[in-house]
């Protein structure tokens, strides 16, 4: 009789260079979802510049240089605006379709976009990719995830139409542009407006159109529309116009936003009314319309219908104002966010009159979400602050335009001093570095970077030093 010998599960060797334990931080450290929305923009990023380095993205008398393609890539998927070069004349219609492309990407969110594709395709969602489309659409109902992917595609495409349409009669029969052209003018500033990128195929960017409503007035409307958010976008559908029935974030939101127009608007006229360099010439329709358009395009819009480079020193000191709170959570605008700079707001109030507790709209805020506030709102100022004295040491130029160029960096604006374009290439990595916090944003960024995610089991005593 012959015994079979058992057998025995022979023991998977895993590679002897990499550490078990080490694969299992760095799936920790990289695969989650907070830290995979920056590694996509990263990539995205990467993909965008190598497009725009190929010969067929550049017209043949455009330097062949690395900066170039990079900063313009980062600028297009953060929703920036700024640029080094001309965008109409230094890239070709090829090029003008990889930045339209990087624009439409990051405007909806690599995640989310990933993940509609995904939907689309195989009609099903993993949990890892609810939790990273979750965290790049601010969504609080994880089962909630694909409705709202495919409403914020439903409500970007509708936006996006319309003023195409707009734009698009307006470039054919008052600018006489043959109707492809009109189409693909139309179509990029419709994509670039609603996603508030700022990117214009003009080389004075609107300041040609400065003072007709039928190209100004479609754009600011798109551009409020996506710097609102998609939370409130999808919430004004449901809800409409039933105020009390609005929650706490979309009342902050809305709000905000009429005052902040409305205080930006009377600022700029009254800065640059009479100025010959700037609002002088126009007419008092004219004149109106681009006080509306200094009020919105600093809500982190980037289009200008003046050249910045001549506003006055109040103006540009409004402006980073307006710059740095920016506009709407989850949406396309950028800046520390309308929310966040109400919650300090009413905080603060708060805690001048004694209240232990900071109540909004008959809703009381946790000490969670004001520390969050206060976070990004300290990360934005540290930001800024280290940007414009690393721009203060790498250039010639003043305080008050690298102030300027900085916050519209990190702010996600795109508005520029006219400085930009002639910065050295150590300056405009600066910039960079701020575009990307400012999409990003510091919580996210200092999420990914930290690698302890264990809660304390323990409190130290308390202890009440001196403020003030």
């Not at 008092?284 to 006080?291: F, Y």
Request: net charge positive.
């Amino acid at each position: 009789m012959l015994l079979r010998a058992s057998k025995k599960p022979v023991p998977k060797r895993g590679n002897p260079w990499v550490p078990a334990r080490w694969v299992g931080f760095l799936k920790r450290v990289v695969l989650h979802p907070v830290r995979i929305v920056p590694l996509a923009y990263l990539c995205m990023i990467s993909i965008g510049t190598l497009l725009l380095m190929l010969p067929a993205a550049r017209t043949e008398d455009a330097d062949e240089g690395f900066m170039p393609a990079l900063f313009t890539a980062v600028s297009a998927v953060c929703v920036t605006g700024l640029v080094t070069v001309d965008t109409p004349t230094f890239w070709t219609p090829f090029g003008h379709t990889v930045i339209l492309g990087l624009i439409q990407a990051g405007g909806f969110g690599i995640m989310s976009l990933g993940t509609l594709l995904a939907l689309m395709l195989r009609k099903k969602i993993g949990l890892h990719g609810q939790l990273v489309a979750q965290s790049e659409t601010h969504t609080l109902n994880l089962g909630d995830v694909r409705g709202v992917l495919f409403r914020v595609a439903r409500i970007m495409l509708v936006f996006e139409g319309a003023t195409a349409i707009f734009l698009t009669g307006r470039y054919w029969f008052a600018y006489q542009e043959n109707p492809l052209a009109a189409l693909w003018h139309g179509v990029f500033h419709a994509v670039s407006a609603f996603n508030n990128a700022g990117f214009a195929l003009y080389s004075d960017n609107l300041i040609g159109f400065a003072q007709d409503p039928w190209i100004i007035i479609p754009i600011c409307l798109a551009l409020i529309s996506g710097g609102l958010g998609f939370p409130v976008l999808i919430e004004l559908r449901r809800q409409g116009f039933r105020f009390g029935s609005w929650t706490v974030h979309a009342r902050l939101t809305i709000y905000g936003t009429i005052a902040l127009l409305l205080l930006g608007t009377l600022m700029f006229a009254a800065f640059e009314w009479n100025r010959q360099e700037t609002l002088g010439g126009f007419t008092p329709g004219g004149k109106m319309l681009a006080a509306l358009a200094g009020g919105v395009f600093p809500r982190t819009a980037g289009f200008n219908s003046i050249d910045y480079a001549d506003a006055a020193s109040e103006t540009l000191l409004a402006t980073d104002i307006l710059m740095f709170i920016g506009g709407g959570s989850a949406g396309t605008a950028g800046g520390i966010k309308i929310a966040t700079f109400l919650v300090l707001g009413y905080s603060i109030w708060n805690e001048v009159r004694g209240n232990g507790q900071v109540n909004i709209a008959h809703r009381s805020i946790s000490s969670s979400v004001q520390r969050q506030a206060l976070t990004v709102a300290l990360l934005g100022v540290a930001a800024v602050i280290i940007g414009t004295l690393l721009l203060l040491t790498f250039t010639d130029h003043t305080l008050e335009k690298t102030l300027f160029e900085a916050t519209s960096a990190f702010g996600t604006v795109g508005l520029s001093a006219g400085i930009t374009a002639g910065l050295p290439t150590n300056a405009q990595l600066v910039l960079i570095v701020l575009m990307f916090l400012g999409r990003i944003g510091t919580v996210t960024v200092s999420t990914a970077l930290a690698l302890s995610l264990r809660p304390r089991l323990f409190r130290l005593p308390e202890e009440r030093p001196i403020i003030g």
